[in-house]
């Protein structure tokens, strides 16, 4: 009887330190808890609409690069993943993304609409708003652009400001058609990101002149006039969206944030703060 109440005692013992054992252990990470949604096993689906230095650009072989590009890589090579690409336009970005034909997609502002639609992750980068004429214009202004072709991507958070502000604005399907316009004479202004300058065709081209809007400027909010740069998936891959925020803490927290930005000649300023944005989708 003493045998069978030491040997119960034993396992009642061990059982007790087992369990200690465990609640001893560190929490998983949140994207262990609740698994990454993949289009494809092996492969992160990166949507792209642009080749956009230093923002995010890809090669003949589609191998990324810029700043997003740079974190994008880092990520599936810790998770042990391949790159694939889906090329699409920037009005059916979001569109890609829910329908499960891409992961992520890249290169978005903040609205509170979008919010509605996809789950954004960290902000990697912030940049301004900013209109480009050719030097010959002598652009002194916006009033200058009074009876003016001002251009403006369809889709961008910039347009409805621009159609409002300009009787003459102009909607093209993406970025490089409309700069193009702008060398052609086909429209004497056009409204982008500040890094457009160092986009094709207008990079290098010393003719171009980049004039930097401020809040207020075409009744831009502070949030477009200088916004942040963000990625997003889809409602639903909450896993996938905790998974990318923790890379880029940890890029933060190792310095190699900094470096990435470094490499492509920006600045501190360029730098986003790791402030979560308000999630508003289910």
Request: with cysteine.
């Amino acid at each position: 009887m003493r045998r069978a109440a030491t040997s119960h005692s034993w396992r009642d013992i061990l059982a007790a330190l087992a369990f200690a054992a465990f609640c001893a252990l560190p929490a998983l990470p949140a994207h262990a808890q609740e698994e990454m949604k993949l289009v494809e096993p092996g492969y992160l689906t990166v949507a792209v609409f642009e080749n956009s230095l230093p923002v995010i650009a890809y090669d003949n072989q589609d191998e990324l690069s810029g700043v997003d590009g740079e974190f994008l890589k880092s990520f599936a090579e810790r998770h042990g993943l391949k790159i694939k690409l889906y090329k699409t336009t920037f009005a059916s970005t979001i569109l890609a993304v829910q329908q499960s034909k891409a992961d992520i997609g890249t290169w978005f502002y903040y609205t509170e609409d979008r919010a509605k639609q996809v789950r954004y992750t960290l902000p990697y980068l912030r940049e301004t708003a900013s209109v480009f004429t050719m030097e010959s214009l002598g652009y002194t202004g916006l009033e200058s652009l009074a009876d003016k072709r001002v251009a403006v991507v369809v889709g961008f958070s910039f347009a409805p400001y621009v159609q409002k502000a300009f009787k003459n604005a102009t909607l093209f399907p993406d970025g490089i058609t409309a700069r193009t316009a702008l060398l052609n004479g086909q429209v004497d202004a056009y409204v982008d990101s500040s890094f457009a300058i160092s986009q094709p065709p207008f990079v290098g081209n010393g003719q171009v002149k980049s004039s930097v809007l401020k809040a207020g400027d075409l009744d831009l909010p502070e949030n477009i006039a200088a916004a942040l740069d963000f990625n997003f998936v889809a409602c639903g891959n909450k896993g996938l969206a905790t998974a990318l925020d923790e890379e880029m803490k940890a890029l933060h927290g190792n310095g190699k944030w900094d470096e990435m930005l470094k490499g492509f000649n920006l600045t501190e300023e360029s730098k986003a703060p790791l402030d979560a944005p308000v999630q508003l989708c289910e």
